[in-house]
């Protein structure tokens, strides 16, 4: 059984940063596409970003985010710079294809 455990999210003010990380235990997370979504309060969850052989991101974050893998460490991330209050939500990673059950997802608050 697959475990995802989501960390690092927190409370930043406009325009800062974040770096949140993505482990699992279970499975290599090298072997898959994995992605990162967002839920926002009242609001469904969405695609945020995707790695494969390459990058794929939606186009609210386009240029500000960005998704990286330690292969060594079984880890994804999710570098998050320029922040605005609209990317207020909680974060979840996952593979591409939403296959395992969801973790506990991680809170970003960007403040105004």
């Known amino acids: 059984q697959v475990q995802l455990v989501e960390s690092g999210g927190g409370l930043v003010q406009a325009g800062g940063s974040l770096r949140l990380s993505c482990a699992a235990s279970?499975?290599?997370?090298?072997?898959?596409?994995m992605a990162w979504f967002r839920q926002a309060p009242g609001k469904e969850r969405e695609f945020v970003a995707r790695?494969?052989?390459?990058?794929y991101y939606a186009d609210s974050v386009k240029g500000r985010f960005t998704i990286s893998r330690d292969n060594a460490k079984n880890t994804v991330y999710l570098r998050m710079s320029s922040l605005k209050p609209e990317d207020t939500a909680v974060y979840y990673c996952?593979?591409?294809?939403?296959?395992?059950?969801w973790g506990q997802g991680t809170q970003v608050t960007v403040s105004s």
């Open positions: 790695i494969s052989w390459g990058t």
């Open positions: 996952n593979t591409q294809d939403r296959t395992w059950a």
């Open positions: 279970g499975r290599t997370l090298s072997t898959y596409a």
